[in-house]
C-alpha cells in the first residue's frame, strides 16, 4: 500500500490587529417628523412592518412624534438608514401621506 504525500498549504498571515478593537461603520439616527395630517396607525404599521418593532415600541414611539414633534426611530449604518427611509417615504406615497424621515448623525 502506498501513501501519498499530502499537499503543503501555502502560509496564511496571522491579523497582527489588536482582536479587541474592531472596525465599526458610523451609526446613524432614522427622526420621524410629526405632520398634521398622516395617521397614527399608519406610524405604528411602519414602525413595526420596516422596523421590525413589537406593537408596545411602536405605540410608544408614535406618541413620542404626535407629542414632541420627532422621534428617533432606530440608529444604524448610512446606507441602511438611507434605504429604511427610502420605504418610508414610497409607503407614505402610496397612502397619500407627507410623513417625513430624515437621517442625523448620531
Known amino acids: 500500500?502506498?501513501?501519498?504525500?499530502?499537499p503543503t498549504l501555502p502560509d496564511i498571515?496571522?491579523?497582527?490587529?489588536?482582536?479587541?478593537?474592531?472596525d465599526y461603520l458610523p451609526l446613524y439616527?432614522?427622526?420621524?417628523?410629526?405632520?398634521?395630517?398622516?395617521t397614527m396607525e399608519f406610524v405604528v404599521r411602519i414602525l413595526m412592518k420596516i422596523f421590525g418593532k413589537d406593537?408596545?415600541?411602536?405605540?410608544r414611539l408614535m406618541y413620542?412624534?404626535?407629542?414632541?414633534g420627532k422621534a428617533v426611530?432606530?440608529?444604524m449604518p448610512l446606507e441602511r438608514a438611507e434605504f429604511k427611509v427610502e420605504?418610508?417615504?414610497f409607503a407614505a406615497t402610496l397612502e397619500e401621506f407627507p410623513f417625513k424621515?430624515?437621517?442625523e448623525p448620531l
Open 101 to 103: 424621515c430624515t437621517i
Open 29 to 38: 439616527k432614522v427622526v420621524m417628523w410629526d405632520d398634521n395630517v398622516t
Open 13 to 22: 498571515e496571522q491579523d497582527t490587529r489588536d482582536s479587541t478593537k474592531q
Open 64 to 68: 413620542e412624534v404626535h407629542y414632541n
Open 73 to 75: 426611530a432606530d440608529t
Open 87 to 89: 420605504q418610508v417615504h
Open 55 to 59: 406593537l408596545q415600541t411602536s405605540e
Open 1 to 6: 500500500m502506498t501513501t501519498k504525500a499530502l
